[in-house]
């Protein structure tokens, strides 16, 4: 067994994760009309492949993949295409995109799928290929696609492949719900990651409130075919992002602006882990997954299976919505998650959890109050900062100190916001900051290249102008040259006898020159 | 339906500013009562008639400031500054001392910057420091402790208050005056010849010292402030002590253990170089600050002209605090060199 290793700070909300009763998955069903966004990953949004009035059966092929780092999008049921046209998707800004707009007939046809008969003779490139097609992308949270994660130039040999089944957010129980359910799965997939990463053993980190999740995922990796440990860590958010659980599993610094690749080591989410497997055996794409539906607003808590683009208020509906004393709808947890403006949205790949807590719940912040630096922010920083030092230079826009201070190390994981008791919205002043320092770098990126432009071209002036002036000048010493070993000869005879030899030359037809 | 937009987090944890405020105002009881039974009511005084004052100069200074004033007088802030500070000044002293110091630190030490987070100076020890300067006479006049005078009631405290003219208390020499006057005896045989002198320090100074001692490690148990500057300081004075204590001459500066339980060490200790907003910030930081306040503190008790020096240590540390916090950033996760075996 493994030792595991502590991590700077954390803290402990309440987890509430009783409340959406992991460990058995319920079907959200077929809504009337499905909303899928052609970018639900990080990347280029993908390319259409089909037309309004067309019918499609599930699994078929939507919109294919723009290049490299983007992925394909596939029908999660059968229907007619009835709308391609800009809606509101899940986003902090309340921002609209292109999206497909699918009226499902309730046949459910799917196209007929298989998978590789045995993956393990299969070349990692071949497998590689066919997880892109499936259109999969990181299912924790980032949505970053899993393909591009397997074929990232390795600065480093890899040797460990993590299964990140933390799941640190209070409330969330999807990974949980995943892990009791479909453990044989998350192994299998992890193998054939770990097959095409060609890592020699496979960690999956699960904190330990969740005892049935670590006995299912502990006999499922007894029976995996290479190394495959399942540890178990003290419960403390936020162990579950990538570079704290990193710190705890192997003791580990993932190197500031570095990826966990720099050490040898590739994180995936269980979710991502049981797409591949599906897409890998059964030639299945990505098109469903698991989202907590959760809250004290929710007559039915639970974890759905929902179908991608499913409107999030046809949820709403199916877990039991009692509207009257809500006042916030959150995609994802409680800590990282952000709130929606609308319910017309649809889940995306990232969705893990839609949270509709009551007001005496999660009531609304009231007033900031003065920091007094009191540094329980600093105690909580799982990456050591000073949280209330940046506050001051993020309120100054002090952009040397606030580098200085490694604002760019903040994973905004909230958990300084959450201690602070002041009720200061530290998170919020980060990410102002953040954007300011990205704005005034592109600034900077422009003016250097308008700087360069301009410069180039004084310089290609003076160098047009210095040539001429050579040019002249030689010209000059040519003219004075000539004229100083033709002594005292008179020009306008000379040129006389010029004209006179031209037309010589022309009546002899000869070359004038 | 349209939601309300918020940012992440959207949980917030159980801890206020105004819980901080009264944890702290709670702590102090163990020592406001060891003062109490050592020295009388004078203290309790005080601090009542400082509080009533701070929070009605607290109000009018909001409203001169435009300042909506009951959020900000819910957040206790001025009834710590205002009861550290009567805690600091000695019993029985005139209207007119408490009133001072209360201004001068509300005032000076607290508004004129800002108000709440902005101060770079420890308000309580401001207002201490402009009455140290300008009434010394005052400021040194300490009741003689339980056993070695006559103990004034409620009514001689509250005579002495409001008709300082018409009061006659017992003072006596503190313990700490007495070592800086010391000149010609042993260690030994000042603790033997003089009664102010009890098993480790001072009589009643000890228990005081104990008392808040125990109250601000109820704070640490409780999160309120980290362990890192009171430790240091502590550690510090008393490195400075051993190695000044010159086994117990007539030159002593005195034993660790007395430095310890003297005057106000552990009150400066864990309510006064705790303050946050004008200490330094990190933890590191707080080791530091608090070192070099040990350190000060010894210098100025046995080598300066004040028996006592919290305040001067703290002020003087005070300037230091952000150059301090400059140079004491702790290593962010990723910063860390990397070792070899991580290769």
Same mark, same amino acid.
């Given at each position: 067994?493994n030792?595991?290793?502590?991590?700077?700070?954390?803290?402990?909300?309440?987890?509430?994760?009783?409340?959406?009763?992991?460990?058995?998955?319920?079907?959200?069903?077929?809504?009337?009309?499905?909303v899928?966004?052609?970018?639900?990953?990080i990347?280029?949004?993908?390319?259409?492949?089909?037309?309004?009035?067309?019918?499609?059966?599930?699994?078929?092929?939507?919109?294919a993949a723009?290049?490299?780092?983007?992925?394909?999008?596939h029908?999660?049921?059968?229907?007619?295409?009835t709308?391609?046209?800009p809606?509101?998707?899940?986003?902090?800004?309340?921002?609209?995109?292109i999206?497909?707009?699918?009226?499902?007939?309730?046949?459910?046809?799917w196209?007929?799928?298989?998978?590789?008969?045995?993956?393990?003779?299969?070349?990692p490139?071949?497998?590689?290929?066919?997880?892109?097609?499936?259109?999969?992308?990181?299912?924790?949270?980032?949505?970053?696609?899993?393909?591009?994660?397997?074929?990232?130039?390795?600065?480093?040999?890899?040797?460990?492949?993590?299964?990140?089944?933390?799941?640190c957010?209070?409330?969330?129980t999807?990974?949980?719900?995943?892990?009791?359910?479909?453990?044989?799965c998350?192994?299998?997939?992890?193998?054939?990651?770990?097959?095409?990463l060609?890592?020699?053993r496979?960690?999956?980190?699960?904190?330990?409130?969740k005892?049935?999740?670590?006995?299912?995922?502990?006999?499922?990796?007894?029976?995996?075919?290479?190394?495959?440990?399942?540890?178990?860590?003290?419960?403390?958010?936020?162990?579950?992002?990538?570079?704290?659980?990193i710190?705890?599993?192997?003791?580990k610094?993932?190197?500031?602006?570095?990826?966990?690749?720099?050490?040898?080591?590739?994180?995936?989410?269980?979710?991502?882990?049981?797409?591949?497997?599906?897409?890998?055996?059964d030639?299945?794409?990505l098109?469903?997954?698991?989202?907590?539906?959760?809250?004290?607003?929710?007559?039915?808590?639970g974890?759905?299976?929902v179908?991608?683009?499913?409107?999030?208020e046809?949820?709403?509906?199916v877990?039991?919505?009692e509207?009257?004393?809500?006042?916030?709808?959150?995609h994802?947890?409680?800590?990282?998650?952000?709130?929606?403006?609308?319910?017309?949205?649809?889940?995306?790949?990232?969705?893990?959890?839609?949270?509709?807590?009551?007001?005496?719940?999660?009531?609304?912040?009231?007033?900031?109050?003065?920091?007094?630096r009191?540094?329980?922010?600093?105690?909580?920083?799982?990456?050591?900062?000073?949280?209330?030092q940046?506050?001051?230079?993020?309120?100054?826009?002090?952009?040397?100190?606030?580098?200085?201070?490694?604002?760019?190390?903040?994973?905004?994981?909230?958990?300084?916001?959450?201690v602070?008791?002041?009720?200061?919205p530290?998170v919020?002043?980060?990410?102002?900051?953040?954007?300011?320092?990205?704005?005034s770098?592109?600034?900077?990126?422009?003016?250097?290249?308008?700087?360069?432009?301009?410069?180039?071209?004084?310089?290609?002036?003076?160098?047009?102008?210095?040539?001429?002036?050579?040019?002249?000048?030689?010209?000059?010493?040519?003219?004075?040259?000539?004229a100083?070993?033709?002594?005292?000869?008179?020009?306008?005879?000379?040129?006389?006898?010029?004209?006179?030899?031209?037309?010589?030359?022309?009546?002899?037809e000869?070359?004038?020159? | 339906?349209?939601?309300?937009?918020?940012?992440?987090?959207?949980?917030?944890?159980? %801890?206020?500013?105004?819980?901080?405020?009264?944890?702290?105002?709670?702590?102090?009881?163990?020592?406001?009562?060891?003062?109490?039974?050592?020295?009388?009511p004078?203290?309790?005084i005080?601090?009542?008639?400082?509080?009533?004052?701070?929070?009605?100069?607290?109000?009018?200074v909001?409203?001169?400031?435009?300042?909506?004033?009951?959020?900000?007088?819910?957040?206790?802030?001025?009834?710590?500054?205002?009861?550290?500070?009567?805690?600091a000044?000695?019993?029985?002293?005139?209207?007119?001392?408490? %009133?001072?110091?209360?201004?001068? @630190?509300?005032?000076?030490g607290?508004?004129?910057f800002?108000?709440? =987070?902005?101060?770079?100076?420890?308000?309580a020890?401001v207002?201490?420091?402009?009455?140290?300067?300008?009434f010394?006479?005052? %400021?040194?006049?300490?009741? @003689?402790?339980?056993?070695?005078?006559?103990?004034?009631?409620?009514?001689?405290?509250?005579?002495?208050?409001?008709?300082?003219?018409?009061?006659?208390?017992?003072?006596?020499?503190t313990?700490?005056d007495?070592?800086?006057q010391?000149?010609?005896?042993?260690?030994?045989?000042?603790?033997?010849q003089?009664?102010?002198?009890g098993?480790?320090? =001072?009589?009643?100074?000890?228990?005081?010292?104990?008392?808040?001692? @125990?109250?601000?490690?109820?704070?640490?148990?409780?999160?309120?402030?980290?362990?890192?500057?009171?430790? @240091?300081?502590?550690?510090?004075?008393?490195?400075?002590?051993?190695?000044?204590?010159?086994?117990?001459?007539?030159?002593?500066?005195?034993?660790?253990?007395?430095?310890?339980?003297?005057?106000?060490?552990?009150?400066?200790?864990?309510?006064?170089?705790?303050?946050?907003?004008?200490?330094a910030?990190?933890?590191? =930081?707080?080791?530091?600050?608090?070192?070099l306040? =040990?350190i000060?503190l010894y210098?100025?008790?046995?080598?300066?002209?004040?028996?006592?020096a919290?305040?001067?240590?703290?002020?003087?540390l005070?300037?230091?605090?952000?150059?301090?916090d400059?140079?004491?950033?702790?290593?962010?996760?990723g910063?860390?060199?990397?070792?070899?075996?991580?290769?």
């Amino acid at each position: 067994m493994n030792t595991v290793f502590g991590i700077h700070g954390g803290i402990h909300p309440p987890e509430e994760k009783a409340l959406s009763n992991p460990g058995t998955i319920l079907d959200a069903g077929i809504p009337p009309t499905l909303v899928l966004p052609l970018s639900q990953h990080i990347g280029k949004p993908s390319n259409l492949e089909v037309g309004v009035g067309e019918h499609v059966l599930g699994g078929q092929l939507l919109a294919a993949a723009d290049g490299l780092v983007s992925v394909p999008l596939h029908a999660p049921t059968s229907g007619t295409v009835t709308a391609i046209e800009p809606r509101p998707v899940p986003h902090p800004s309340g921002m609209e995109n292109i999206c497909l707009e699918l009226s499902c007939d309730g046949r459910a046809q799917w196209l007929d799928t298989s998978g590789f008969a045995n993956w393990t003779e299969e070349k990692p490139e071949v497998l590689v290929e066919a997880i892109r097609a499936a259109g999969i992308a990181g299912m924790g949270g980032a949505g970053f696609p899993t393909a591009v994660k397997l074929l990232a130039p390795q600065r480093a040999p890899m040797h460990t492949l993590i299964i990140n089944g933390t799941e640190c957010e209070p409330y969330i129980t999807a990974d949980d719900t995943l892990m009791q359910v479909e453990a044989a799965c998350i192994v299998e997939g992890a193998e054939i990651l770990a097959h095409i990463l060609g890592v020699e053993r496979i960690l999956f980190g699960v904190e330990d409130n969740k005892p049935a999740a670590l006995a299912a995922m502990k006999a499922a990796a007894d029976g995996a075919g290479r190394p495959c440990e399942v540890m178990a860590f003290p419960t403390k958010y936020p162990s579950g992002g990538e570079k704290q659980l990193i710190e705890i599993l192997t003791g580990k610094q993932v190197p500031t602006g570095g990826l966990p690749a720099d050490l040898g080591i590739v994180c995936q989410n269980p979710g991502t882990a049981v797409a591949v497997r599906d897409a890998i055996c059964d030639g299945k794409p990505l098109t469903d997954r698991l989202v907590t539906l959760t809250g004290r607003a929710l007559a039915r808590p639970g974890n759905y299976r929902v179908r991608l683009g499913t409107p999030i208020e046809y949820l709403l509906q199916v877990a039991g919505f009692e509207p009257k004393e809500n006042r916030r709808l959150i995609h994802g947890g409680p800590m990282m998650g952000f709130a929606l403006e609308s319910s017309s949205v649809p889940v995306v790949k990232t969705t893990n959890c839609i949270l509709v807590p009551t007001e005496q719940e999660l009531p609304t912040p009231p007033p900031a109050q003065a920091c007094i630096r009191c540094g329980l922010c600093a105690e909580a920083c799982p990456a050591s900062l000073l949280p209330q030092q940046l506050y001051w230079y993020a309120r100054a826009r002090d952009q040397e100190q606030l580098e200085r201070h490694h604002l760019s190390d903040c994973i905004e994981c909230g958990a300084c916001s959450w201690v602070c008791p002041s009720h200061i919205p530290l998170v919020q002043y980060y990410r102002a900051a953040k954007g300011m320092i990205a704005d005034s770098k592109a600034e900077k990126v422009r003016s250097d290249r308008s700087r360069g432009r301009f410069e180039a071209r004084q310089e290609r002036l003076e160098h047009e102008t210095a040539a001429r002036e050579a040019q002249r000048a030689a010209r000059r010493a040519a003219a004075q040259k000539k004229a100083a070993e033709g002594g005292a000869e008179d020009p306008v005879a000379a040129a006389i006898a010029r004209a006179k030899a031209k037309k010589e030359a022309a009546a002899n037809e000869s070359d004038p020159s | 339906m349209s939601f309300l937009r918020i940012t992440s987090p959207h949980g917030h944890g159980p %801890m206020t500013t105004t819980q901080v405020m009264q944890m702290v105002l709670l702590a102090t009881l163990p020592g406001v009562a060891a003062l109490t039974w050592f020295f009388g009511p004078g203290t309790l005084i005080n601090i009542a008639f400082g509080g009533a004052l701070a929070l009605a100069c607290e109000y009018l200074v909001l409203r001169l400031r435009n300042r909506e004033p009951t959020p900000y007088l819910k957040d206790y802030s001025v009834l710590v500054t205002s009861t550290l500070l009567c805690i600091a000044l000695p019993p029985y002293a005139p209207w007119w001392l408490v %009133m001072t110091g209360i201004l001068a @630190a509300v005032i000076l030490g607290k508004h004129v910057f800002g108000g709440l =987070g902005y101060n770079p100076f420890n308000p309580a020890m401001v207002g201490y420091v402009v009455l140290l300067i300008s009434f010394p006479l005052q %400021m040194s006049s300490w009741q @003689a402790p339980r056993g070695l005078g006559d103990m004034p009631g409620l009514s001689e405290a509250l005579t002495a208050l409001f008709l300082p003219a018409t009061y006659d208390g017992v003072t006596m020499a503190t313990p700490l005056d007495l070592l800086r006057q010391n000149k010609g005896l042993l260690m030994e045989d000042l603790y033997q010849q003089t009664p102010q002198f009890g098993q480790w320090a =001072g009589v009643g100074w000890e228990w005081v010292n104990i008392a808040f001692l @125990a109250g601000g490690l109820w704070l640490i148990y409780r999160g309120i402030f980290t362990w890192h500057a009171p430790l @240091a300081m502590l550690v510090m004075l008393g490195l400075c002590a051993a190695i000044g204590f010159d086994s117990g001459s007539s030159e002593s500066g005195g034993s660790p253990l007395l430095h310890w339980l003297s005057g106000a060490t552990m009150f400066g200790a864990f309510f006064i170089i705790t303050d946050p907003v004008s200490g330094a910030t990190s933890n590191r =930081g707080r080791l530091l600050f608090g070192a070099l306040v =040990g350190i000060l503190l010894y210098l100025i008790r046995v080598h300066g002209n004040y028996p006592d020096a919290v305040a001067f240590a703290v002020l003087i540390l005070n300037f230091a605090a952000p150059f301090i916090d400059q140079y004491t950033q702790p290593t962010t996760y990723g910063h860390r060199p990397i070792k070899e075996d991580d290769e």
